[in-house]
């Protein structure tokens, strides 16, 4: 599996992007997919995550009510709708793809596969 991150920018406080996530290489629609960020010098930690069918969503209470993540299982891609963006918000953001797992995790020894990161920077 090959997974592509794009969409991260500079961006002002307040303001807001929306990252995509591409990925080839298996059944796009057999693997959960969750999103990452590591911010300098902390350790990498989940955002959120949706189930193979997009019939599940969970989001960490950090960014809850304030981005929305879809997929499209026909054009393999997940996207991740981020608004009210934060100075904290900065980070490399990832996204992985989950195979084996029966219900959608948040940890990260339980993702595959990782794309490169792109790079979200909130300017206060």
């Known amino acids: 599996v090959q997974l592509q991150a794009s969409g991260g920018g500079l961006v002002q406080t307040g303001g807001s992007l929306k990252l995509s996530c591409a990925a080839s290489?298996?059944?796009?629609?057999?693997?959960?997919i969750g999103w990452f960020r590591q911010a300098p010098g902390k350790e990498r930690e989940f955002v959120v995550g949706i189930s193979k069918g997009g019939d599940m969503k969970y989001y960490t209470r950090s960014v809850k009510g304030r981005s929305t993540i879809s997929r499209d299982n026909v054009e393999n891609t997940v996207y991740l709708q981020m608004n009210s963006l934060k100075p904290e918000d900065t980070a490399v953001y990832y996204c992985?793809?989950?195979?084996?797992?029966?219900?959608?995790?948040?940890?990260?020894?339980?993702?595959?596969?990782w794309g490169r990161g792109t790079q979200v920077t909130v300017s206060s």
């Open positions: 992985a793809a989950d195979l084996s797992g029966a219900k959608l995790a948040n940890y990260r020894l339980d993702y595959d596969y």
């Open positions: 290489g298996r059944t796009f629609s057999n693997y959960h």
